[in-house]
């Protein structure tokens, strides 16, 4: 039974502790778990509106993931996003395709070749491009880059290969950054065993450091082509927007990103077209999901070679 | 038979290409910046960033849209700032190892990897329609906030996890409380950090523009800039209007193509963002090295 005196003491120190230690701890807990809930909240509100196509509208998962056929006005109207989602897999690919030679390169030279010249030139001018907005890109493909391959290439300029470039460009820091963390981490020991050797320093790089970063490398390249996956106004400003699936990479193109900026204007809340842009929305949601957990899997493997 | 190139060419040839990939990479670089300044040059005076655009002539500025960027950042800070450095606190020093810390870090890094399109869309469902709100700054600044939470968090928590851990010991040696410990050492000590983290993920949001298509809107009401109540409807500082911003506007000239020196105004716009990110980059450098010294005794 504790005594009146004993129970104030315990008073006081729950006070003290509450005042010194739990509200700030509370605080906190608060603020990060807040951020899985949101994260909770976005799918569970996308998926609802994504999922309306399906469970509302009655249109098949089957038409709208293989579907070419793409007539939202029409009668009879279709809502196959194939070409979509396949111009959105080539420009994402082709830009990694492009990009990853020179970030990759770049990585090197930062990390291997000239340390200095990468702390005070390379690393700021690589921050500086991360920086620059999207839009700003965009804009600098529309004005120099559509007008350049309109002259070098014939057609109209506005392409798959205009998308790719910039994306190339855009998912760049991206990977070298993260390439050059992979290469940094790796302990000095495998450059003086190689080195020891008589191997070069290109030797050392290719057939020693390369391997052993491959984790990390691959884990940037991931990062990278999810960012351009996702990519939006940069790229509807470059590509022309036709909606057809690109046969040369001079054809103009359309991907998931520029569909909905377009249409999501155009098209009142509720109705079957506006449905099917929220599922468009719902997939890249999905498949950024996805790259993140690919991302997961590779840096899990780094660890285990370490 | 083939004669084997001899590894000490190889390694020269490479080192040169080396070189050369990474010298490139910075001559595009300054080519970028300077084809905007050159381009830019005409429009970057006081008349282009103060005054109102023009509907279909010539001549129009880009002033409100100047500010309404400037207004949204400010506004998202108010909100990421805090639960950012907040959730970043709570990563550094609370969270246990286990399934809820996972989760919690899955979540994180899927926040900060998804399309900036879809954190528009939502927004778009739940700040725009759901609450009634229809286009609007503050729906424009909270989508924002969602883009650059996972960000604030995640630099917030590299900063107090550096803080060195003699300093955390000495002050838990000294009877503080885990949280005394935090508000009063970690904190400060993280400052330069956390900091810098904020102007880059605010330099980020100024030009962003594909969340804010559908949250803040595509159009700015007539402003009147003498009239500072923010419950006025025409009052710069109401965050219940629609507010176009500069990154925004540069996309919908270009698509709407309605006044006809939209090229010069885009240039304009375009290098305006490019020396905001140069000064925002500058800016992180700088307050980083000069908080350093003033928090963070000899650390960088």
């Known amino acids: 039974m504790p005594n009146p005196m004993a129970r104030k003491t315990l008073g006081r120190i729950n006070r003290t502790y509450w005042k010194h230690e739990g509200l700030?701890?509370?605080?906190?807990?608060?603020?990060?778990?807040?951020?899985?809930?949101?994260?909770?909240?976005?799918?569970?509100?996308?998926?609802?509106?994504?999922?309306?196509?399906?469970?509302?509208?009655?249109?098949?998962?089957?038409?709208?993931?293989?579907?070419?056929?793409?007539?939202?006005?029409?009668?009879?109207?279709?809502?196959?996003?194939?070409?979509?989602?396949?111009?959105?897999?080539?420009?994402?690919?082709?830009?990694?395709?492009?990009?990853?030679?020179?970030?990759?390169?770049?990585?090197?030279?930062?990390?291997?070749i000239s340390p200095d010249l990468g702390r005070n030139i390379l690393q700021p001018a690589i921050e500086i491009f991360v920086g620059i907005p999207s839009v700003v890109y965009g804009w600098i493909g529309l004005s120099v880059l559509v007008p350049f391959l309109r002259k070098s290439f014939g057609g109209l300029g506005f392409s798959l290969l205009a998308g790719s470039l910039v994306l190339a460009l855009m998912i760049f820091p991206t990977i070298a950054s993260l390439s050059a963390d992979a290469f940094r981490a790796l302990p000095a020991d495998f450059r003086e065993a190689s080195y020891a050797l008589g191997a070069t320093r290109w030797q050392t790089i290719r057939k020693v450091l390369l391997p052993a970063a491959m984790p990390g490398i691959l884990t940037g390249v991931v990062l990278g082509l999810a960012r351009a996956f996702g990519e939006a106004l940069a790229v509807q400003m470059v590509i022309g927007n036709m909606i057809r699936i690109p046969g040369k990479l001079t054809d103009a193109t359309v991907n998931l990103t520029s569909i909905i900026t377009m249409d999501m204007g155009n098209t009142a809340m509720g109705t079957p077209w506006n449905d099917v842009l929220w599922t468009m929305a719902l997939l890249l949601l999905l498949i950024s999901f996805l790259f993140i957990v690919l991302a997961r899997m590779t840096g899990r493997k780094r660890r285990a070679v370490r | 038979m083939r004669r084997r190139i001899p590894p000490r060419l190889t390694d020269r040839l490479a080192t040169a290409t080396l070189y050369l990939v990474s010298g490139a990479f910075v001559v595009l670089l300054l080519a970028f910046v300077g084809y905007f300044l050159y381009k830019g040059r005409s429009e970057l005076d006081f008349r282009f960033?103060?005054?109102?655009?023009?509907?279909?002539?010539?001549?129009?500025?880009?002033?409100?849209?100047?500010?309404?960027?400037?207004?949204?950042?400010?506004l998202s800070g108010l909100i990421s700032v805090p639960l950012g450095v907040a959730a970043g606190i709570y990563l550094a020093e609370y969270a246990k190892p286990g399934r809820l810390t996972d989760f919690l870090r899955l979540s994180i890094e899927t926040l900060s990897s998804l399309p900036s399109i879809v954190i528009g869309l939502f927004g778009l469902l739940v700040f725009v329609t759901l609450t009634g709100w229809k286009f609007t700054l503050m729906g424009g600044a909270l989508a924002v906030t969602i883009l650059n939470l996972p960000v604030i968090a995640r630099t917030s928590e590299d900063a107090v996890r550096s803080v060195p851990a003699s300093i955390k010991e000495g002050s838990l040696a000294l009877g503080a409380t885990h949280w005394q410990t935090i508000a009063r050492v970690l904190v400060p000590a993280a400052v330069p950090g956390i900091v810098t983290g904020v102007i880059l993920a605010s330099g980020r949001a100024f030009g962003e523009a594909a969340t804010l298509l559908y949250t803040a809107g595509m159009s700015s009401p007539r402003l009147d800039f003498t009239n500072w109540n923010p419950l006025s409807a025409t009052s710069p500082l109401n965050p219940f209007r629609p507010a176009e911003t500069l990154a925004v506007y540069i996309w919908k000239i270009n698509s709407e193509g309605l006044v006809p020196d939209a090229r010069q105004i885009a240039d304009g716009a375009s290098a305006v963002l490019i020396l905001s990110v140069l000064a925002f980059n500058l800016l992180a450098r700088f307050v980083s090295r000069l908080l350093g010294r003033r928090f963070g005794g000899t650390r960088t």
């Open chain 2, 49 to 74: 960033l103060t005054t109102a655009p023009a509907f279909s002539t010539a001549g129009g500025g880009i002033g409100p849209q100047l500010f309404n960027s400037v207004y949204l950042v400010f």
């Open chain 1, 24 to 112: 700030g701890r509370a605080t906190v807990t608060v603020a990060g778990l807040f951020l899985s809930v949101l994260t909770l909240l976005m799918a569970g509100f996308l998926a609802v509106k994504g999922l309306s196509t399906f469970l509302v509208d009655h249109r098949s998962p089957l038409e709208f993931l293989f579907s070419t056929k793409w007539s939202p006005d029409a009668d009879t109207p279709a809502f196959g996003a194939l070409i979509f989602i396949v111009g959105s897999i080539l420009l994402s690919t082709l830009a990694l395709l492009i990009s990853t030679p020179f970030s990759l390169s770049t990585a090197v030279f930062v990390s291997e």
